[in-house]
């Protein structure tokens, strides 16, 4: 499992800025960054990064919009009018990739370059994707459950349907618990992107299995807010995606035993790189950039909070 951990300091280091100033008298470049939605709070991360690298380098303007709840319908309405709108890239978190893919083909055939990241349209025009391999990811979400419960247990799994990247962690966690048959997953709780929802659905599940060994969540809704797991009793383990605050102090108050952490910032400053480079005419390396993932656990969670705060800073 090893080879496919970064280094923390390194993988947190992404999205510090630095790029080149632009040449003098050069025109502004508008590029349109949309997450999934706006109630979220791991996507500020992205807006910061994004910003970060539009400041350094000088000739660009970062649109931040999105829908306020995840809707792929407004999201799609709203991608459609940054093409109108003639922006000069667009970086995107899809909510259904699918839904949206003749939408980006149609910005990329209007001569407008679309990257992705965090949540792909594997099937569009998009240049590239950057983002956590999350087929990977959760196969470590799995490993890491079956060594919690050492091989034997229960387990409850939440997600959301119709997100590309949310699919392929739950295949990757299904494939990674198959291998452990002392191991049954009971129940699979579709959460449609809706943090306020969580905590109802993980109180009713611990309340239907009342024995469970261990909730898995591939996106970060459990950890989002302090009350999500208060329902949990001690004996149940917690695997979640996602180490934004408050998420370091559940797992430190011993609520969460494993976190995935993400590149939030570099989201935002990886893709506005992208753009900037696919503009002056440099294509990106790969069409797939996996910007891999940190296993945050009660033995590094301070080593990890010290170099978040680092990051945080302006």
Same mark, same amino acid.
């Given at each position: 499992?090893?080879?496919?951990? $970064?280094?923390?300091?390194?993988?947190?280091?992404?999205?510090?800025?630095?790029?080149? @100033?632009?040449?003098?008298?050069?025109? !502004? %470049?508008?590029?349109?960054?949309?997450?999934?939605?706006?109630?979220?709070?791991?996507?500020?991360?992205?807006?910061?990064?994004?910003?970060?690298?539009?400041?350094?380098?000088?000739?660009?303007?970062?649109?931040?919009?999105?829908?306020?709840?995840?809707?792929?319908?407004?999201?799609?309405?709203?991608?459609?009018?940054? /093409?109108?709108?003639?922006?000069? &890239?667009?970086? /995107?978190? $899809?909510?259904?990739?699918?839904?949206?893919?003749?939408?980006?083909?149609?910005?990329?055939?209007?001569?407008?370059?679309?990257?992705?990241?965090?949540?792909?349209?594997?099937?569009?025009?998009?240049?590239?994707?950057?983002?956590?391999?999350?087929?990977?990811?959760?196969?470590?979400?799995?490993?890491?459950?079956?060594?919690?419960? &050492?091989?034997?247990?229960?387990?409850?799994?939440?997600?959301?349907?119709?997100?590309?990247?949310?699919?392929?962690?739950?295949?990757?966690? !299904?494939?990674?618990?198959?291998?452990?048959? &002392?191991?049954? /997953?009971?129940?699979?709780?579709?959460?449609?992107?809706?943090?306020?929802? $969580?905590?109802?659905?993980?109180?009713?599940?611990?309340?239907?299995?009342?024995?469970?060994? @261990?909730?898995?969540?591939?996106?970060?809704?459990?950890?989002?807010?302090?009350?999500?797991?208060?329902?949990?009793?001690?004996?149940?383990?917690?695997?979640?995606?996602?180490?934004?605050?408050?998420?370091?102090?559940?797992? !430190?108050?011993?609520?969460?035993?494993?976190? %995935?952490?993400?590149?939030?910032?570099?989201?935002?400053?990886?893709?506005?790189?992208? %753009?900037?480079?696919?503009?002056? &005419?440099?294509?990106?390396?790969?069409?797939?950039?996996?910007?891999?993932?940190?296993?945050?656990? @009660?033995?590094?969670?301070?080593?990890? %909070?010290?170099?978040?705060? @680092?990051?945080?800073?302006?």
């Amino acid at each position: 499992m090893k080879h496919i951990v $970064c280094v923390i300091a390194a993988s947190l280091a992404v999205g510090c800025g630095g790029g080149s @100033a632009p040449a003098g008298g050069a025109a !502004k %470049l508008r590029f349109a960054v949309m997450p999934k939605s706006l109630d979220l709070p791991v996507f500020n991360y992205a807006k910061a990064g994004a910003e970060r690298e539009a400041a350094a380098r000088r000739n660009i303007e970062v649109i931040w919009r999105a829908p306020e709840t995840a809707d792929q319908l407004r999201q799609k309405e709203i991608l459609e009018s940054f /093409i109108t709108q003639r922006v000069d &890239g667009i970086a /995107i978190s $899809c909510t259904n990739g699918d839904f949206l893919t003749d939408t980006i083909n149609r910005a990329v055939d209007a001569g407008i370059p679309v990257v992705t990241w965090d949540a792909d349209a594997p099937k569009s025009k998009r240049a590239a994707f950057y983002g956590v391999d999350d087929v990977a990811a959760g196969r470590i979400m799995g490993e890491q459950t079956a060594t919690l419960l &050492g091989g034997k247990g229960t387990v409850a799994i939440i997600t959301s349907i119709g997100a590309v990247n949310l699919q392929r962690r739950l295949e990757g966690v !299904k494939e990674a618990l198959a291998k452990h048959p &002392g191991i049954t /997953i009971v129940e699979e709780y579709d959460i449609k992107e809706d943090p306020v929802r $969580c905590a109802e659905i993980i109180a009713s599940g611990t309340n239907r299995y009342p024995d469970l060994g @261990a909730w898995i969540s591939v996106g970060g809704w459990p950890v989002f807010t302090r009350n999500a797991l208060a329902s949990v009793p001690a004996t149940t383990k917690v695997v979640s995606f996602d180490t934004i605050p408050p998420a370091p102090d559940l797992l !430190k108050a011993g609520k969460v035993q494993v976190l %995935l952490g993400q590149k939030y910032f570099g989201w935002g400053s990886e893709s506005v790189r992208l %753009l900037a480079d696919i503009k002056s &005419g440099k294509p990106p390396a790969a069409t797939i950039i996996d910007s891999g993932v940190d296993v945050v656990t @009660a033995t590094n969670v301070d080593e990890y %909070l010290i170099k978040w705060k @680092a990051m945080e800073k302006p």
